[in-house]
T-cell receptor, first 116, second 111 residues
Framework: NAGVMQNPRHLVRRRGQEARLRCSPM?????VYWYRQLPEEGLKFMVY????????ESGMPKERFSAEFPKEGPSILRIQQVVRGDSAAYFC??????????????FGPGTRLTVL | KNQVEQSPQSLIILEGKNCTLQ??????????LRWYKQDTGRGPVSLTI?????NTKSNGRYTATLDADTKQSSLHITASQLSDSASYIC??????????FGAGTQVVVTP
C-alpha cells in the first residue's frame, strides 16, 4: 500500500509563473490536507478537502492560491503568479475520515518550491 | 500567538545519551496530542499519540508523557542513535479535528 505521493519533489519557478503541486492520497483515503512549512517554522494548515469539496480553507491566502480534489485524480494545489515569499515546503496529508478519534493524517514527502 | 510551543528550539546530544523535549499548548478543547518525527527533506511521521486520559505512551526508545491539567507534554529519547537526528514536532488536535503544529525541536545526535 503506497503512502501519500507528492510530485514534483522539487519545483523551481520564476516570479510571476504558476506552480502546480500534486498529491495522491493513500489508497482508501478520501480526505486531503495541505500544509506549508517555511524555513525554521512549523507546519501551517492551508486547506482541507474531500472529493470535489473544499471543507476548510481558512489557512489559504486570499489571492493566488487555490486547491482542488477532483473526483478522479490527485489533489492539486495551485499558486498563480508566484513570488519569492511562496518559497517553502508544501506537504500534503491524507486520512481515511475526519472526526474519528484519534484522527490520523499520513504525510507525503513534500514538494519544495523555490521561486527565483 | 502559536498555541503549541516547543522547547528547546534545537539540541545537540552525544550518541547513547538521553534527552527530553518539551511541548506546552493552549489548544482547547483538546482531543489528542501527537509527536511526529520529521527527517530532513521528508514528511512528518507519527511517533506517539495520546488522548486526554492517557499520560504516557512508548514507542521503542521514544516515551511521551502528557499532563492534560497543566497542558504539557514531553518526549524522552533513550540511548540516542545517529538516526534520531531529526526535527520532532508536537501536534495538538482540537475537538473539531484541526491540527495545531509546534515549530519543532531540531535534534542533532553526534558520534
Amino acid at each position: 500500500n503506497a503512502g501519500v505521493m507528492q510530485n514534483p519533489r522539487h519545483l523551481v519557478r520564476r516570479r510571476g509563473q504558476e506552480a502546480r503541486l500534486r498529491c495522491s492520497p493513500m489508497k482508501g483515503h478520501s480526505h486531503v490536507y495541505w500544509y506549508r512549512q517555511l524555513p525554521e517554522e512549523g507546519l501551517k494548515f492551508m486547506v482541507y478537502l474531500q472529493k470535489e469539496n473544499i471543507i476548510d480553507e481558512s489557512g489559504m491566502p486570499k489571492e493566488r492560491f487555490s486547491a482542488e480534489f477532483p473526483k478522479e485524480g490527485p489533489s492539486i494545489l495551485r499558486i498563480q503568479q508566484v513570488v519569492r515569499g511562496d518559497s517553502a515546503a508544501y506537504f500534503c496529508a491524507s486520512s481515511p475520515e475526519q472526526g474519528s478519534v484519534p484522527d490520523t493524517q499520513y504525510f507525503g514527502p513534500g514538494t519544495r518550491l523555490t521561486v527565483l | 500567538k502559536n498555541q503549541v510551543e516547543q522547547s528547546p528550539q534545537s539540541l545537540i546530544i552525544l550518541e547513547g545519551k538521553n534527552c527530553t523535549l518539551q511541548c506546552n499548548y493552549t489548544v482547547s478543547p483538546f482531543s489528542n496530542l501527537r509527536w511526529y518525527k520529521q527527517d530532513t527533506g521528508r514528511g512528518p511521521v507519527s511517533l506517539t499519540i495520546m488522548t486526554f486520559s492517557e499520560n504516557t505512551k512508548s514507542n521503542g526508545r521514544y516515551t511521551a508523557t502528557l499532563d492534560a491539567d497543566t497542558k504539557q507534554s514531553s518526549l524522552h529519547i533513550t540511548a540516542s542513535q545517529l538516526s534520531d537526528s531529526a526535527s520532532y514536532i508536537c501536534v495538538v488536535t482540537d475537538s473539531w479535528g484541526k491540527l495545531q503544529f509546534g515549530a519543532g525541536t531540531q535534534v542533532v545526535v553526534t558520534p
